[in-house]
């Protein structure tokens, strides 16, 4: 029996057990074996004993939402309230203790909202359930960053010193460094903009460090030395978080305007159901999901009824999503771009997916409409 089964007998146990002086050291032995048994959870796993122990959570829907922060800062309250799952909540820490998936349905979307245990200090080095925890968000699309109103900023730069640490970059984007390790030729080095943070010997000294004398090296960014490290190590996420202040009904009002003006953040209250609408239209903007409507010759597009696709998504994966056969079959696409998108970088983004269809043997025609 797995640690979470245990629990979750002993549980159902003290359920069962009626309270009175009888049965009082009974329940006295249970409680503590649920103690200790809560407290071998949160112990670094030797092997791979957690494995299967609930973290394995398929991806489903449109996109994924992982719900990270420290104990008791109201996630399972979230989850709960958001989807039609109900994640137990209480006022004593570490409540939950394993990945709990909800879905929140949101403009036609899917989205998958995943409930984690909470996350103290030294979670990448193994504490607690810290490093599955971490694992399930670096799978995410967006990661919300739940926070307690009441408890200042220290949980926010702990958790963000956390999720640095394990190379996961918070909304920042993948440096425009070129960066190709090469046979032979020693380190030839470019910059198309003027540089503040980095120059070609520093550049030098940091590939040196990591033992590689021939490279092409192509900054097209003013980027920072640690920009650059992260771009030859490699395999960083660059993770859209919102940081998520709940509690606001503890705190002043000054306080709830101060944090409201924060970058990246949205203040709400699970307790009074405050402000969870615009927290929605913010995960949405931050999710950043495209929208495709289809329509017959001659009609107008039915708008209830969207193709939800990630960003970058090309004409390919949406003939995948009507069906599987039509991408080998398909000649061309008639492709309007809806009014919000208009921004030139989301319009070049969507004129070089329909490009994408070049390789299905055809062209596209684009066309604006609402223009
Ligand atoms: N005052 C107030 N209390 C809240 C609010 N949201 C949640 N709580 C309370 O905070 C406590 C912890 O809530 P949980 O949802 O269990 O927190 P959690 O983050 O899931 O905690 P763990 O699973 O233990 O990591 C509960 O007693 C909730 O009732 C809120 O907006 N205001
Ligand atoms: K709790
Ligand atoms: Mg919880």
């Not at 395999?235 to 503890?250: A, E, G, W």
């Amino acid at each position: 029996m797995g640690i979470l089964e245990k629990i979750s007998e002993i549980e159902k146990e003290i359920a069962r057990t009626q309270k009175n002086k009888a049965t009082e050291y009974h329940l006295g032995l249970l409680k503590a074996k649920l103690a200790k048994y809560r407290a071998q959870l949160l112990e670094p796993s030797k092997s791979s004993a957690v494995k299967g122990e609930g973290f394995d959570v398929m991806k489903s829907g449109d996109a994924r939402v992982a719900l990270i922060g420290f104990p008791s800062v109201g996630k399972s309250t979230f989850l709960s309230l958001m989807t039609s799952t109900a994640s137990e909540a209480a006022s004593y820490e570490f409540t939950t203790l394993t990945c709990i998936p909800g879905v929140i349905e949101y403009k036609g979307a899917n989205i998958q909202l995943l409930d984690l245990p909470g996350i103290i200090e030294g979670a990448a080095q193994g504490k607690g359930r810290g490093r599955q925890v971490i694992a399930v968000a670096r799978t995410a699309d967006v990661v919300i960053m739940m926070l307690d109103a009441t408890k200042g900023e220290v949980q926010r730069c702990l958790l963000e010193r956390e999720l640095e640490s394990v190379g996961i970059r918070l909304n920042k984007s993948k440096p425009n460094i070129y960066f190709k390790p090469k046979k032979g030729g020693g380190i030839s080095f470019n910059s198309t903009v003027t540089l503040t943070q980095c120059s070609e010997k520093l550049v030098q000294l940091i590939l040196h460090e990591y033992k590689i004398f021939n490279a092409e090296v192509l900054f097209r960014e003013d980027c920072s030395p640690d920009e650059f490290i992260d771009v030859i190590v490699g395999n960083r996420v660059y993770m859209p978080c919102l940081y998520v202040y709940n509690k606001i009904d503890q705190i002043s009002m000054e306080e709830v305007d101060r944090l409201a003006r924060r970058p990246h953040s949205v203040v709400i209250s699970c307790g009074m159901k405050l402000n969870l609408d615009y927290l929605l239209e913010k995960l949405w903007e931050y999710l950043a999901l495209t929208c495709i409507y289809t329509k017959k010759r001659g009609q107008r597009p039915d708008f209830t009824d969207a193709i939800i696709l990630r960003k970058g998504a090309s004409v390919e994966h949406v003939c995948h999503r009507i069906h599987r056969s039509l991408a080998s079959q398909f000649k061309y696409a008639l492709v309007w771009i809806l009014e919000n998108l208009l921004s030139p970088s989301h319009a070049s983004t969507h004129l070089n997916s329909s490009r994408n269809c070049s390789s299905l043997r055809s062209v596209c025609a684009v066309g604006y409409i609402f223009g």
